[in-house]
């Protein structure tokens, strides 16, 4: 991957469907979320698609599934072709994983091998759609151990959720799990791992940026979102005390880059941070030469 012809690097990227065809969210979950974020165009693009798309714009992305198949029965898009993708196309595509922190043991070993035989960079969990505490140190903390003593990153999902808006009970998801100050746990007890708090994180903003603030070791990504939404503290933060700590991520294919990016132009960051939010924070963060 070459840094100096990239752009931007995008820390949020959705693989929604897999190289059979099969969906990671059921239809009904998939179709309330479309009508959440007002999708436009093809909703679920390949692997393939998504790297020529990154391509196109001279930007690299970090893709990922969500592996919530105890609570939702429905099974992921395979890590493993997630990895196989990133591998074929290492100039647009960093391969995270994402592992159900209820298949126990099985889903340590499955972490280590991803890690050592695919080369994953990181892993995406959404407590609100998988159905647990960040801080279960029955539940999670194995996984999370595998995480740090392999130096590869945690991304939380932080906050309200599109997934299950609209349907009756919110498809059953729990937004409470989802709170940061859950993670702020996470970040105390493995001092060396590396975190991301996925998206502005309403109702629970100044949470997020407490915690970001207080352990060196977390950062945040300002996907799912326009940034014309922002709150007015996650921007002065990105200004100031976190200007080193923020990162672009578009939440693909629900949110375009391109949207975001031309939002991003209008907000009021400074010319010097910019380059930190759009690329710089993210390298450094992934260990990118």
């Not at 679920?44 to 798309?53: I, S, V, W």
């Amino acid at each position: 991957m070459n840094l100096s012809e990239l752009t931007a690097i995008d820390v949020h990227t959705h693989a929604e469907v897999s190289s059979q065809g099969h969906a990671s969210l059921d239809e009904d979950l998939d179709a309330a979320s479309s009508a959440y974020f007002k999708v436009e165009g093809k909703r679920k693009p390949t692997l393939e698609e998504m790297a020529a798309y990154y391509r196109e714009r001279r930007m690299a992305a970090v893709v990922f599934t969500v592996d919530a198949e105890s609570a939702t029965g429905t099974a992921p898009v395979p890590n493993e072709e997630v990895a196989e993708a990133a591998a074929a196309h290492p100039d647009v595509l960093i391969p995270f994983a994402s592992i159900d922190p209820f298949r126990g043991k099985a889903g340590v070993g499955q972490a280590r091998r991803l890690v050592a035989e695919y080369g994953v960079k990181g892993f995406k969990f959404h407590p609100s759609i998988q159905g647990f505490f960040p801080n279960d140190r029955s539940l999670a903390y194995p996984l999370y151990e595998v995480i740090e003593e392999t130096g590869c990153v945690a991304l939380f999902h932080t906050g309200q959720t599109g997934i299950g808006a609209g349907v009756p009970g919110g498809g059953g998801i729990r937004l409470k799990y989802s709170n940061p100050m859950y993670v702020d746990d996470v970040a105390a007890d493995f001092p060396h791992l590396k975190i991301i708090l996925a998206h502005p994180s309403f109702p629970w903003q100044d949470e997020a940026l407490a915690v970001a603030t207080h352990k060196p070791g977390v950062h945040i990504d300002l996907s799912g979102w326009s940034p014309k939404y922002f709150p007015p503290q996650l921007v002065h933060y990105a200004n100031s005390l976190l200007k080193d700590k923020v990162l672009f991520g578009s939440d693909f294919p629900v949110l375009t880059p391109d949207r975001w990016l031309a939002d991003f132009a209008k907000l009021a960051i400074k010319d010097e941070v910019r380059p930190k939010i759009l690329k710089e924070n993210a390298a450094r963060l992934l260990g990118l030469k």
